[in-house]
Every structure is written in C-alpha cells, then in structure tokens.
C-alpha cells in the first residue's frame, strides 16, 4: 500500500538521524554563506545542508571517509565539497558565524 498524503506526515521523521545533524536555527545561520547554484552547466542535485551534516558527522565521530554511512550523499561528493570549501575559506566563515552567534546567546542569558 503505498504512502497517502494523509499517512505521510503521520510516519514522517521529526527527529535529527544523527546527533551532529544541524538544527533548523544553525541552517538558518550558515545557509545564507553557501554557494549560489552555477547559472550554467548541470544544476546542482546536492543538498548542501546534507553535505555539512556529512561533515559534521565524520568530524564528531573520526571516521574515514569510505566509511560515511549511506543516507549521507557519496563519499566522494562530500570530499569535493569539503576540499573546495577550505581552499576558499568557507568553512572558516562558518565556524566564525557559528561562534559568534554562541558568544551572542550567552551574553544575552548572562
């Protein structure tokens, strides 16, 4: 029996996979320095927010690469991404948006 509109939601996942999945409110902050798609050549079939998961998750847990679990884009993609991004900065971009948005919040409960 296939899925109805009415049972998807229902069945549907409301948890993170991973405990170094992003939550909403972190995506919301780094979202905006991700990369705008190419204007020409293929458009791009990669969800970056799975493939910063899929970064968070081999830093959180020191796996080798070859042995990132299969819900997470292929291992080689991940590594493109992630070479690509250091070369260029953005990972250091986002730590810094993440860090400052944590000194931000504990300010504010101080």
């Not at 910063?52 to 070859?66: H, K, P």
Request: charged share 25%; hydrophobic share 35%.
């Amino acid at each position: 029996m296939p899925w109805t509109e009415t049972t998807r939601p229902h069945y549907e996942r409301r948890c993170p996979r991973y405990a170094s999945d992003l939550t909403d409110a972190e995506w919301a902050l780094i979202e905006p320095l991700m990369p705008a798609p190419n204007r020409i050549g293929r458009p791009r079939k990669t969800d970056l927010r799975e493939v910063v998961n899929s970064l968070l998750y081999m830093a959180s847990s020191g796996g080798a690469w070859r042995l990132l679990p299969k819900d997470f884009p292929p291992f080689s993609t991940v590594q493109k991404y992630f070479w690509h991004w250091r070369d260029e900065g953005l990972l250091r971009a986002i730590n810094n948006e993440l860090v400052m948005a944590a000194r931000e919040r504990r300010c504010v409960v101080s």
